[in-house]
Every structure is written in structure tokens, then in C-alpha cells.
Nanobody
Framework: QVQLVESGGGLVQTGGSLRLSCAVS????????MGWWRQAPGKEREIVAH????????YYPTSVKGRFTISRDNAKNTLYLQMNSLKPEDTAVYYC?????????????????WGQGTQVTVSS
């Protein structure tokens, strides 16, 4: 079975940085386009970044554009999210997810596999 395991979350002050990692096992990593999502208590899950199978195309919503960078190392079967200039509103549980769809999707129902999540807390 496919397993996704996030790491790298923690507590950081406003303006600080964190790098999240997602290790993927099972089916060949390069088969999947990947996304990072986050969910704060009482709020809907929202996408923060998406990357194509070979890393050639990325997407970011306005809320994080210019601050977050998604990348992947297919040789290591690992997905990354570099988060800079963090704000308190970035506080959430962050999830990595994989999709086998041939076209981009920004709806959580479009993703086949999900990790367990890692907590990111940004203090003022």
C-alpha cells in the first residue's frame, strides 16, 4: 500500500521559516502529482501548493504565493514544502497528498492518498 509520512512541523515565531518533508513509499513516486494542504480548527481544508509529476509545474494560492515553495526529489521519493515569512494565520495541520489524475486538481477529493499530518504553529 502507499504510505505518506510528513515531518518537520513545529513551533516558530512570526517571520520565521520551516521546511516540511513527506516521505512516500509503495508505488513509484514519480507516478503521482503531489500537493500540500492545511486545515485549521473549524475551517475547511485548503490547498497551499501543487506540483506536477516531474516538478516542472507548480501552483500556489494567493495566500502563500511568494512565501512558500514546493519541490520534489523523485530519486529520494520525497516531497518538500519550504515555508518562509510565516504568519500566525499559517497555523494549521499540514498534509501531503498524492493524485494519479492526469490533469491538475485543487479539490481534496481529487487526491488518492493522504499523510497523517504535521502541526505547524506560528506565534506572534
Amino acid at each position: 500500500q502507499v504510505q505518506l509520512v510528513e515531518s518537520g512541523g513545529g513551533l516558530v515565531q512570526t517571520g520565521g521559516s520551516l521546511r516540511l518533508s513527506c516521505a512516500v513509499s509503495g508505488r513509484t513516486f514519480s507516478t503521482y502529482a503531489m500537493g500540500w494542504w492545511r486545515q485549521a480548527p473549524g475551517k475547511e481544508r485548503e490547498i497551499v501548493a501543487h506540483i506536477s509529476r516531474n516538478g516542472g509545474t507548480t501552483y500556489y494560492p494567493t495566500s502563500v504565493k511568494g512565501r512558500f515553495t514546493i519541490s520534489r526529489d523523485n530519486a529520494k521519493n520525497t516531497l518538500y514544502l519550504q515555508m518562509n515569512s510565516l504568519k500566525p494565520e499559517d497555523t494549521a495541520v499540514y498534509y501531503c497528498a498524492a493524485t494519479t489524475r492526469s490533469s491538475p486538481t485543487y479539490n481534496p477529493s481529487g487526491y488518492n492518498y493522504w499523510g497523517q499530518g504535521t502541526q505547524v504553529t506560528v506565534s506572534s
